[in-house]
């Protein structure tokens, strides 16, 4: 049963909460050695630690220019994911959005869009964000699929950013402005 009391932003099926340093010793560190988790992020060419996790921690979830939050599935009350703002720019109303859906058995049951849709919703309305932007691997067609459901847009592509796999990979830049928000998913 969810534990709600720790609830920062409630939505549906999850809530998102502050990341615990307790948290670092959960699953956390396992999703960034998994194989599965990272095939689509710029992680997992290099093993992660638990003094990674840690300095990961201090310098950027603990900092005011980051909101960085644990996704929380409600009913069984367990953490599957991170997801947050980064790089608030508060003179230029602007922030970068990143999200990582670590418990595979949550993939494709639309928990990853409604915790997008929640960020951006507070990045827009409490932070006073004018755009929220972020960077997906072109392979990642789900996921691009996902943010333009939500209201991103398509606005270039960085080729062959990211070495991944044994090959280049193409950055698709995608942002969404404080009106374009598809609010269905909250």
Same mark, same amino acid.
Do not use: A
């Given at each position: 049963m969810a534990n709600l009391e720790s609830a920062f932003i409630n939505g549906k099926k999850i809530y998102l909460r502050?990341?615990?340093?307790? @948290?670092l010793t959960g699953n956390y560190l396992r999703w960034?050695?998994?194989s599965d988790v990272t095939e689509h992020m710029i992680k997992g060419t290099?093993?992660?630690t638990i003094n990674d996790l840690r300095r990961y921690y201090d310098q950027v979830i603990l900092s005011q220019?980051?909101?960085?939050?644990a996704v929380i599935e409600k009913e069984n009350d367990e953490h599957?994911?991170?997801?947050?703002?980064h790089e608030i720019n508060f003179l230029h109303q602007n922030a970068e959005m990143g999200i990582c859906l670590g418990e595979k058995r949550y993939w494709g049951k639309g928990m990853a869009k409604e915790a997008i849709a929640l960020i951006c919703h507070h990045g827009?309305?409490?932070l006073n964000m004018q755009r929220i932007e972020l960077g997906v691997l072109a392979t990642h067609r789900s996921a691009i699929r996902s943010y333009e459901a939500i209201g991103f847009k398509n606005e270039g592509i960085k080729r062959n950013k990211v070495y991944k796999n044994g090959e280049f990979v193409d950055v698709i830049m995608m942002a969404m402005l404080k009106d374009e928000l598809?609010? @269905?998913?909250?």
């Open positions: 502050s990341i615990s340093e307790s @948290d960034f050695n998994d290099y093993p992660t220019k980051n909101l960085i939050l599957i994911g991170n997801i947050g703002l827009f309305q409490q598809n609010r @269905d998913f909250l």
